[in-house]
């Protein structure tokens, strides 16, 4: 067996890595570490995060350097501040008993006024990020002339990231490189293209099948409507009493907006994206790995250079666009030989992209319920029950405070008292989850047609009709549907006109339906919607008889509030007064839309 202790690194390396509690190498770096050692070439090293790339490079790189020497010698490219902060505090670690070694790392977000003064210090390893690194090319503050190795890690993420002129750039601009190390979690066209122009003979270094997630992690996911993510998001925090995870979204603002809410409502939560700076970025992952915050909301960039072990869950707020990122994702819980969850909130349109990961991470998906109230409740209890049996106060506590708890509480029965203790930690859950809805997919087509039909809609007036080219109820429908993304059974009874149209919709779907198309335009046109009921007769008056050809508002089929009529009367809350052929009726008198 490879040991630590059994490869030929300078004895410095070995003391250190021994300090560090390092005994048998993973996989990658079983592989990787004694052909560096031994007859150093180009090579690609191809493994999943967390699986301890940066030893894998950064101890034979180390190795290799010579401290004599006060010039840029070795240059490790990564794709996020926090990745860079994180191998050049490894590269510390692991070279502390090096005398005359010195390594900086550069990257944006910070003035690069202290950088310039680092890297004129004479640094024999730079570690950076492509961006700042070109920057204090072009001023000149730096060289890479003599530079023989050189490392691209994360190189499918920089790529994703738009780095490919940036890598190509500074691939150019080291004319004495000998080495090329690339390692990556993917082995893409991308990747393969830049090993094809600027690597020579590499040598290939895989561990396990591309893109096979951790035994050890539990692939849920969880089906909702649309409009009830986050809404599911909250079921799911809550019913995870004790969680330390990442939430992950698609963009920055919707990691913004989505932490934002569940800071208002009192989760200790956080955002951690690219136009955070990297101070207050900083601040988050000190938080984080202290535990004050029970999760971080994150980007996929900014997750990058995340590296903590014990994370017991993430959960995917949002499928990622690219299946292949889910590994990157999944693989922030397991680690170190410990289980870990990954829970996706997914539309019933998504579960088709579910079947799709399942096939490239090669592990089963397994579909859970979305908890009701009484199980949140439920849960919480057994969890605050827990914590009291295994709590362990301090032995002067007892002796300053019971003489007074006795007294206070002498005269009261124990079970009354433990019921009041648990109501006062229980309550706010008990209110919030009394009447709790059932967001699983699904649940509101029980009993109806039409999801929307019934009691509990809300019918909506949008200023998009046939003169922007919505010209049946199929198109309105399509275009609802797809800048929502909310299942088309929530929506039915569509009337369209000349300049507006109306529609109802679910009344726990109404609101999500409301911000989000307000915020969307149609061929350039801002969308504005409102509920029908607040349309006064002025504009295009869709509250008066017009007597049109197939009736209702004027034009376009109506229905009223209760039952289906197709005059050219108000629609009522009894169903419509006019005659079926749209000459028109009697005004209705009942509710007006």
């Known amino acids: 067996m490879i040991t630590f202790s059994s490869l030929s690194l300078r004895e410095e390396l070995t003391r250190a890595v021994e300090e560090l509690g390092f005994e048998t190498p993973t996989p990658i770096q079983q592989k990787v570490i004694p052909h560096l050692l031994s007859q150093p070439t180009d090579i690609i090293g191809l493994a999943q995060t967390g699986t301890g790339k940066t030893a894998a490079f950064g101890l034979p790189l180390l190795h290799h350097t010579d401290v004599a020497q006060r010039h840029v010698q070795a240059l490790v490219l990564s794709p996020t501040r926090e990745l860079c902060m994180q191998i050049q505090e490894e590269f510390k670690k692991y070279g502390k008993h090096m005398r005359g ?3 900086t790392a550069v990257y944006g977000g910070v003035p690069i006024s202290g950088q310039i003064r680092e890297v004129k210090a004479g640094p024999q390893i730079i570690v950076a990020t492509p961006g700042r690194l070109i920057d204090l090319l072009e001023r000149k503050a730096l060289s890479l002339d003599q530079v023989q190795y050189l490392v691209l890690d994360e190189a499918d993420e920089m790529l994703n990231m738009g780095f ?12 004495e490189r000998e080495f090329t190390w690339l390692f990556s979690a993917t082995m893409n066209n991308d990747v393969r293209n830049i090993a094809k122009r600027f690597m020579n ?3 290939e270094h895989s561990v396990a099948a591309a893109n096979v997630t951790n035994e050890n992690i539990d692939h849920q996911y969880y089906v909702t409507n649309h409009h009830n993510r986050f809404e599911t998001l909250r079921r799911l925090l ?3 009493p004790g969680i330390y995870g990442i939430i992950f979204t698609r963009t920055k603002q919707d990691c913004q907006d989505t932490s934002e809410k569940l800071m208002r409502m009192g989760y200790h939560v956080s955002p951690l994206h690219g136009d955070m700076d990297q101070k207050m970025r900083s601040k988050v992952m000190e938080r984080f790995k202290s535990k004050a915050l029970q999760a971080i909301v994150a980007t996929d960039v900014a997750a990058r250079g995340i590296d903590v072990n014990d994370i017991t869950h993430v959960i995917n707020y949002e499928l990622p666009d690219d299946p292949e990122v889910y590994t990157h994702r999944s693989g922030r ?7 870990g969850i990954c829970m996706s909130i997914v539309s019933p349109k998504e579960i088709s992209n579910i079947r799709q990961i399942e096939r490239i991470v090669k592990a089963r998906f397994h579909r859970s319920d979305i908890p009701d109230g009484a199980e949140v409740v439920r849960k919480r209890l057994f969890h605050y029950l827990e914590q009291i049996e295994t709590a362990k106060p301090k032995g002067d506590f007892a ?21 009041r203790l648990i109501w006062l930690q229980l309550k706010e859950t008990i209110d919030a989850y009394q009447d709790a809805e059932d967001l699983n997919a699904g649940y509101e087509n029980k009993g109806s047609k039409g999801a929307a039909s019934g009691r509990s809609s809300v019918r909506l007036f949008i200023n998009l009709g046939m003169k922007d080219g919505i010209t049946s109820a199929e198109k309105l429908l399509n275009f609802i549907t797809e800048s929502t993304d909310i299942e088309p059974g929530l929506v039915d009874r569509i009337t369209v006109r000349d300049l507006s149209s109306f529609f109802n919709v679910s009344s726990s779907a109404a609101e999500f339906i409301v911000a989000t198309l307000s915020a969307k335009k149609f061929k350039g046109r801002k969308v504005r919607l409102e509920e029908a009921e607040q349309r006064s007769d002025r504009g295009d008056r869709p509250e008066r008889s017009g007597g049109g050809s197939r009736g209702g508002y004027g034009g376009g089929r109506s229905y009223g509030g209760g039952g289906r009529g197709e005059g050219g009367g108000r629609g009522g809350d009894r169903g419509s ?10 005004k209705g008198s009942g509710r007006r839309y």
């Open 101 to 103: 070694l010195k390594t």
């Open 164 to 175: 490919r002129e940036d890598i190509e750039f500074i691939l150019k601009n080291t004319p």
């Open 201 to 203: 003979n590499w040598k």
């Open 238 to 240: 809550d019913f995870t």
């Open 333 to 339: 819980t397991g680690r170190a030989g410990k289980s």
């Open 399 to 419: 002796a300053v405070y019971q003489q007074s708890i006795h007294e206070r509480f002498d005269e009261m029965d124990k079970d009354e008292l433990i019921r």
């Open 577 to 586: 007064y006019g005659s079926r052929d749209g000459r028109g009726g009697a």
